[in-house]
């Protein structure tokens, strides 16, 4: 059973706009929720992460908003840049036990 | 800090050989796990372990494949009798004692001739 679905799984975006990723979760005991952020040829990279104590956490251009009730969380970019094209995995865990996302493979059009 | 090192970064191997990957946790954490991708795909969980235990190996093939996270030392993926189906990119992760972020090492990228 997929414990973290994700979705698109691909996405073009024009340079400028806002690029919105989705993922949902079963597991209500889930506590802690990162994005990692994946170029090709190398590791995962942590981008931002939330705890469900919080509707939403912003850095820079980057924000999670996190919808408790739905089980639903979210990753929004503004200002989308050709740099940004990567493949995004949002994540899922309790304690050290975590649940990866399929991804999301990201092209930002200039 | 060096943060999640892997080692070797490439490795080629023939049909029926071994292949062996090491990972050394970043400083302070106590908790390794091993992801598989393949091109295109996401990561495929294999194996969760602490020092000198496996947690959990749901992802794991039953043959040919084992892990282990000594007392002293790396973490190691083993893979025994490679086949080309086993080429792929190998990541390890670790987090600390209590969870926290997971941090990921920059793979090592198998081939098997």
């Known amino acids: 059973q997929q414990q973290v679905k994700q979705s698109p799984q691909s996405l073009i975006v024009q340079k400028g706009g806002i690029s919105i990723i989705n993922c949902a979760y079963e597991?209500?005991?889930?506590?802690?929720f990162p994005w990692y952020q994946q170029f090709p040829g190398k590791g995962p990279a942590l981008l931002i992460a939330?705890?469900?104590?919080?509707s939403e956490k912003k850095e820079g251009r980057f924000t999670i908003s996190f919808n408790k009730s739905a089980k639903q969380f979210s990753l929004h970019i503004m200002d989308s840049q050709p740099g940004d094209s990567a493949t995004y995995f949002c994540?899922?865990?309790?304690?050290?036990?975590?649940?990866f996302g399929t991804g999301t493979s990201l092209t930002v059009i200039p | 800090n060096a943060g999640v090192m892997q080692n070797p970064r490439h490795l080629v191997r023939r049909r029926g050989q071994e292949a062996r990957l090491r990972c050394s946790p970043m400083k302070g954490h106590s908790h390794v796990y091993w992801y598989r991708q393949l091109p295109e795909e996401g990561l495929k969980f294999m194996v969760y372990?602490?020092?000198?235990?496996?947690?959990?190996e749901s992802g794991m093939p039953k043959e040919r494949f084992s892990a282990e996270f000594p007392k002293e030392g790396p973490s190691i993926l083993r893979i025994q009798q490679v086949v080309r189906g086993d080429s792929a990119a190998y990541f390890c992760?670790?987090?600390?004692?209590?969870?926290?972020?997971?941090?990921f090492g920059p793979g090592t990228r198998l081939t098997v001739l």
């Open positions: 372990l602490q020092k000198e235990n496996i947690i959990d």
């Open positions: 994540a899922a865990s309790k304690g050290n036990q975590f649940y």
């Open positions: 992760a670790s987090s600390g004692p209590t969870g926290g972020p997971v941090l």
């Open positions: 939330i705890r469900p104590d919080v």
């Open positions: 597991n209500t005991a889930f506590d802690y």
